[in-house]
């Protein structure tokens, strides 16, 4: 579960786009799986991923002005 707390200004999208580089990184790094994704799809994927988490109640924000 991510919480993310604090100013609602620009914080939340700046942590959102944070995270999303940190998962296109993982996604798109040689493993064992010969199925590495490129940059563009790993970008979709990563997008499909945090939607999940927030469907999911397992990425939310609280957020104040």
Known sequence: VV???GSAK???KDVRA??????VDKLTTVSSDA???SVEDAGAQADRILQTMEREKRY????WS
């Open 18 to 23: 944070a995270i999303k580089v940190i998962l």
């Open 35 to 37: 199925n590495v994704l």
């Open 60 to 63: 939310i924000v609280e957020a």
């Open 10 to 12: 620009n914080m939340p």
């Open 3 to 5: 919480i993310i707390c």
